[in-house]
């Protein structure tokens, strides 16, 4: 206690308190004069100590905003003390920073016609608070945008559907039959943009490594546009350097994406003029070539202070922009997003009433060969399949049930429909099924607690693959999905090709019965189970059962993990999974789980590594049912 009353009295505490603590501490008489202010005033205004001394305070408030203070300020002479004052001060560089200002009055203390003003700098917080209500009103703008974008077609196909119902003639049902087939691209194009921006921040977005060269994909990209060009009297045209004919490996889909986005919206922008496509190549590194792609036009321009926000969600340069031309103002957005996940970047130059420059740059690997071979014919995807799948398809709506039935049908798979959830978990009681195709958002039961009792059935039922059916794509929506036993999903809507692809190529199902036709012993070997256990049946088949039952849970939460870059965790796992697969003679599989435990980052081996055990779970349950 003594020594801080004599820390106090030697004037400690002032020096911590005023002279060395962070807000800034001025002393001014009723007149405004500045007759004390703390160190801390050089920190955050820039004015050195003692030098606005004898100064007048009112000198260096905001001439707009002054009546407003001065206003403040004399009703503080009036109370012992006034909390929460927001003002803007003049720095020394000529800025302006908002403070707040708590005043003790030392009249009522002191009997003195002056007044402690104790500021805060909170420049960083009135900043935050007009970001937020700036990205507020731009959501809430977005929202009303795809709002009305989305019910344009969908009125536009509700009427015209209706006049379909009254007698036509064969020509105008062609005619109308057209709209509604471009009423529907329309709405598909939208949903793809909300899709594909919810794919990108969910991390689930995938580039593919394949051969292309820029001499042959920028022609037919061109070529698309060229009827909206010449409807609007601009030239549309394009240059390849010829050091560009050359083999390049990446992703041509995402960069044709990214090129439709950029030439769009100049053709969309420019009313005369010209457009112009420039490709080049920017630098080059052993293997790797960055190729610079350059779209000019001589539109409408972009304001000069809307030029940092235009790439990010929900914006566009003027509202205005959206209610003339239309569109969800996700382009952008997805374009630069998709060029920093290839380790590119995008920069723009713009003025308006002249026109924009939109530059991207990305690398891709490069290759010696200057044309691809050409490629075979592609198959039915029919043909491609040849497979007949058992497929149980739970659908509620019965135009979405009929769309993909129709399709599965075309593919030759057996298809058992179920109206909801709790319909398909009685049906997976007593018939095997290969996949199911689960929508997620049913009455009696929906997918995720269908899913949930499946994971929890007795084998085979319990190792089913389940794929959602779900037009929620967002990062939670799919978390989601994974988080109830899902393998994956397909998002509404979708094509024949998105569900094959899904099916055949990610999740490779094959039928249940091509194991009948495998010796069990390329997946497993029993022997050391019978050498242990004396060839005890009754305990081999304990631990098959068991493998069966346990395993499915442990693969889900191991694809879980990989898609959350958890490799702790996806370690973790195939450690936990070893012995079981040592124990059932999969070497193989056992040689893999040790593969991933040490060195788990490569998402490739870790999905082929799941479904190789998912085809153990599978032929598992076959010889338990013989044995």
């Known amino acids: 206690m003594k020594q801080l009353e004599a820390y106090i009295r030697k004037g400690k505490f002032y020096e911590a308190v005023v002279e060395d603590g962070s807000d800034l501490i001025f002393l001014v008489d009723f007149d405004g004069k500045i007759l004390y202010h703390n160190a801390s005033?050089?920190?955050?205004?820039?004015?050195?100590?003692?030098?606005?001394?004898?100064?007048?305070?009112?000198?260096?408030?905001?001439?707009?905003?002054?009546?407003?203070?001065?206003?403040?300020?004399?009703?503080?002479?009036?109370?012992?003390?006034?909390?929460?004052?927001?003002?803007?001060?003049?720095?020394?560089?000529?800025?302006?920073?908002?403070?707040?200002?708590?005043?003790?009055?030392?009249?009522?203390?002191?009997?003195?016609?002056?007044?402690?003003?104790d500021c805060r700098d909170i420049t960083g917080r009135k900043r935050d608070a007009e970001e937020l209500v700036r990205l507020q009103k731009a959501k809430e703008q977005f929202l009303a945008n795809i709002s009305h974008e989305i019910r344009t077609p969908i009125n536009g196909i509700a009427g015209i559907a209706g006049l379909l119902n009254q007698k036509q003639n064969?020509?105008?049902?062609?005619?109308?039959?057209?709209?509604?087939?471009?009423?529907?691209?329309?709405?598909?194009?939208?949903?793809?943009?909300?899709?594909?921006?919810?794919?990108?921040?969910?991390?689930?977005?995938k580039f593919e490594k394949i051969a292309f060269n820029l001499t042959d994909l920028l022609p037919s990209l061109i070529s698309t546009f060229s009827h909206q060009a010449q409807e609007k009297k601009i030239s549309l045209h394009y240059t390849v350097d010829e050091s560009l004919n050359r083999f390049l490996i990446g992703d041509p889909v995402r960069l044709n994406q990214i090129l439709i986005n950029l030439i769009g919206n100049a053709v969309k922008f420019t009313h005369s003029g010209t457009i112009h496509v420039r490709c080049c190549i920017q630098k080059e590194n052993k293997n790797t070539c960055w190729i610079e792609i350059a779209v000019s036009d001589t539109g409408v321009g972009i304001p000069s202070e809307k030029l940092t926000t235009i790439f990010e969600s929900f914006s566009q340069a003027d509202e205005s922009v959206t209610r003339r031309y239309g569109g969800t103002g996700l382009g952008l957005t997805i374009a630069r997003q998709l060029i920093d996940l290839q380790k590119g970047k995008i920069e723009v130059e713009s003025k308006e009433h002249v026109g924009s420059t939109f530059k991207i740059t990305i690398p891709y690997t490069s290759g010696k060969a200057t044309k691809l071979s050409k490629q075979p014919k592609s198959k039915n995807i029919a043909e491609i399949s040849g497979q007949?799948?058992?497929?149980?398809?739970?659908?509620?709506?019965?135009?979405?049930?009929?769309?993909?039935?129709?399709?599965?049908?075309?593919?030759?798979?057996?298809t058992d429909i179920a109206e909801n959830g709790l319909v398909a978990v009685e049906k997976l009681k007593s018939k095997v099924y290969d996949v199911v195709l689960m929508d997620v958002q049913m009455p009696v039961m929906d997918g995720y607690e269908a899913t949930k009792a499946i994971r929890a059935m007795p084998a085979p039922a319990n190792a089913t693959p389940v794929v959602a059916l779900t037009a929620n794509a967002t990062k939670k929506d799919i978390e989601k999905c994974l988080q109830a036993g899902m393998n994956d999903f397909v998002a509404k809507p979708f094509t024949p090709d998105d569900l094959h692809q899904k099916l055949f190529k990610n999740l490779?199902?094959?039928?249940?019965?091509?194991?009948?036709?495998?010796?069990?012993?390329?997946?497993?070997?029993?022997?050391?189970?019978?050498?242990?256990?004396?060839?005890?049946?009754e305990f081999i088949r304990e631990m098959m059962q068991t493998f069966v039952q346990s395993i499915p849970l442990l693969l889900a939460d191991m694809e879980k993990a990989m898609n959350e870059t958890n490799w702790r965790t996806v370690a973790r796992i195939a450690h936990q999974v070893k012995p079981s697969l040592a124990l059932l003679g999969a070497h193989t599989l056992k040689d893999v789980a040790i593969q991933i435990e040490t060195k788990a980052d490569k998402p490739n081996l870790i999905n082929k590594f799941i479904q190789s055990c998912r085809e153990l779970i599978q032929a598992l349950s076959l010889e338990l049912s013989n044995f």
């Open 388 to 414: 007949t799948l058992r497929v149980l398809l739970v659908e509620d709506n019965d135009i979405n049930r009929l769309y993909a039935k129709s399709i599965l049908e075309n593919w030759k798979c057996k």
């Open 41 to 117: 005033v050089h920190d955050t205004l820039g004015y050195r100590k003692k030098s606005l001394i004898g100064k007048s305070f009112f000198d260096y408030i905001l001439p707009d905003a002054l009546e407003t203070f001065k206003g403040n300020f004399r009703k503080s002479q009036k109370r012992a003390y006034t909390e929460k004052v927001e003002f803007q001060f003049l720095c020394k560089d000529k800025t302006y920073r908002f403070l707040e200002f708590n005043a003790i009055n030392l009249k009522h203390k002191e009997g003195l016609r002056g007044i402690i003003l």
């Open 508 to 537: 490779k199902i094959t039928p249940v019965s091509s194991f009948e036709n495998q010796h069990s012993t390329k997946l497993f070997d029993l022997g050391h189970l019978r050498k242990v256990s004396g060839d005890n049946h």
């Open 170 to 205: 064969p020509d105008e049902q062609e005619t109308y039959l057209n709209a509604i087939r471009h009423s529907a691209e329309n709405l598909k194009v939208i949903i793809n943009d909300i899709l594909d921006l919810a794919a990108i921040e969910s991390g689930k977005l």
